[in-house]
């Protein structure tokens, strides 16, 4: 199964993509909450126009002329996918410094992470070890279920849930 890679936007203007297994897994993150946005941690998200990534390079011009004369669809997805293009082109030329400086922030904080202690499935125990004195202070991060970071915060220990595409573990 191939991924599904959405432009999104939150309700504070961010821009970011979203990589989902398809349309309907999407749609069941989005009802359950679980979207939210990279940098402001909103979960009112909406889909922004994008241009689909497909690939119809191989096809000829002869081929796209004789489809077309025969009633197919080609030459109207050629089309559809230039109307697309031109719009989502539009859509980012009309903010390149909102790009620029989004840009720049995922670099600092993919710097941010790199700097920091994978500690895996160990986080909410090594986090709560940092804060009450019984390890030494470090910038840490790993996985937490729910119930274990609502548990953190419910103790006063403050920690920021990361999305999968700033792990840098993941990208090598």
Known sequence: MGLKVFDLQCSN???FEGWFGSHEDYDSQQARGLVTCPVCQSDTITKRLSAPRLNVGHFSDSQIAAES????SLQRTSTALSVAA?????VVAASPELAQIQAAVMVQMREFIRKTENVGDRFADEARKIHEGESEERPIRGTATLEERES???DGIAVVALPDFLDTDRMQ
């Open 69 to 72: 004369a025969s009633g197919g």
């Open 13 to 15: 203007s961010h821009v």
């Open 152 to 154: 953190l915060a419910e």
């Open 86 to 90: 031109q719009q989502a082109q539009s």
